[in-house]
């Protein structure tokens, strides 16, 4: 056979995309039309999205790959090298050779989740997210409210997604004491309202300080448990326009003066990058978290809106996110920050000036 050069063997490697995510990146899966791990090198996870359609080269090609927590970025090349550990380019291209002359595998069925459980509600589970969320309650006047509120957030309408819990078990790891703390309850739900994970915010039951803005004294105040990967906390229901950023608090205070537009809060910047689009979506909004993994989940965001023709529109904060613009800068500032960043027929159907329910 005549000596490939590297655009070539790249280009033949992503007619097979999959084939190749199968061999080299067996620990992870396919999601649509990407297939998700945890980094290039082979690690379990999901924040590394491989196209396994498109165009041969230019944007949105075939092979090409980014990874939301490390930005890293490259084609099925770089999966051979890195995932195989090769330093010298000869031994990249002898084995893309050796690999293209395989037959190619079938396409795996997805496996069959529930055939995976070892007991009726494994931990973790989102049935187990789907119990703690109903043994929850509605957040008005308990202290979910009030932490919300210290942290400048007042629109509290459409917050059915969000209860509070009084004694909600927190474990700082497996050698650890079970301890319990109050604690804000979030529902993560797919496209269809279903509830798939919750996301739990331990809160300091004395109260607000500038130090933890509410939350407990312990390592970790934030975890989240079920089935997450595309899935977020919803605020209104999509339409035609949405808006979706990471945190909680960070799409609450965008609300404060965006109060009529839907919104989804991803809960982190990996699954910020996966997050599913509904079908009737045609412009989303992406609230960036000025931070180098915030850039990155915002950068996959864009391509993968853009590939199903959805317009994707940037809008940034002044300070790290939009909770620090509202607590510091005020809700008039952030009100005026954003108004220029949003389509001109979007200020007049969603930045309602007027003073908006707390709760509806």
Not at 199 to 225: N, Q, V, Y
């Amino acid at each position: 056979m005549a000596r490939d050069n590297a655009s070539e063997l790249a280009r033949r490697l992503a007619r097979d995309a999959e084939a190749v995510c199968r061999h080299y990146l067996s620990n992870g899966r396919r999601q649509g039309r990407y297939w998700m791990v945890g980094d290039v090198r082979n690690t379990p996870g999901r924040s590394m999205f491989v196209r396994l359609s498109g165009p041969e080269s230019g944007p949105g090609a075939a092979g090409h790959w980014r990874d939301a927590a490390s930005a890293e970025h490259g084609d099925l090349l770089d999966v051979i090298r890195e995932s195989c550990s090769f330093t010298n380019f000869r031994d990249v291209a002898n084995e893309a050779r050796r690999f293209l002359s395989l037959p190619r595998p079938e396409p795996e069925r997805e496996p069959n989740r529930l055939r995976s459980r070892t007991s009726l509600v494994p931990l973790g589970s989102p049935e187990a997210a789907r119990r703690l969320f109903g043994m929850s309650r509605a957040i008005v006047g308990t202290l979910v409210e009030a932490y919300l509120r210290n942290r400048g957030i007042t629109a509290l309408h459409e917050t059915g997604s969000l209860r509070f819990h009084p004694r909600c078990y927190y474990r700082p790891d497996d050698h650890s004491a079970t301890e319990t703390w109050p604690a804000m309850i979030a529902a993560v739900t797919d496209l269809r309202g279903h509830l798939t994970g919750a996301h739990r915010t331990w809160l300091d039951p004395g109260g607000f300080s500038e130090t933890t803005l509410g939350k407990a004294l312990i390592d970790t105040p934030k975890r989240a448990m079920g089935d997450l990967l595309g899935h977020a906390v919803r605020f209104g229901v999509a339409g035609e326009v949405m808006a979706a950023g990471e945190g909680i608090e960070t799409m609450l205070s965008l609300r404060c003066v965006l109060p009529t537009m839907p919104m989804v809060a991803a809960l982190s910047a990996a699954h910020l990058s996966a997050v599913l689009l509904p079908d009737t979506l045609r412009r989303l909004y992406i609230a960036r978290d000025d931070d180098p993994a915030g850039d990155s989940a915002v950068t996959t965001l864009i391509d993968r809106a853009q590939e199903a023709g959805i317009e994707a529109i940037v809008i940034s904060p002044r300070l790290g996110d939009f909770n620090e613009d509202l607590r510091l800068l005020g809700i008039d500032a952030l009100r005026a920050g954003s108004r220029v960043q949003i389509a001109a027929q979007d200020v007049a159907r969603f930045m309602e000036l007027a003073a908006w329910p707390e709760r509806g």
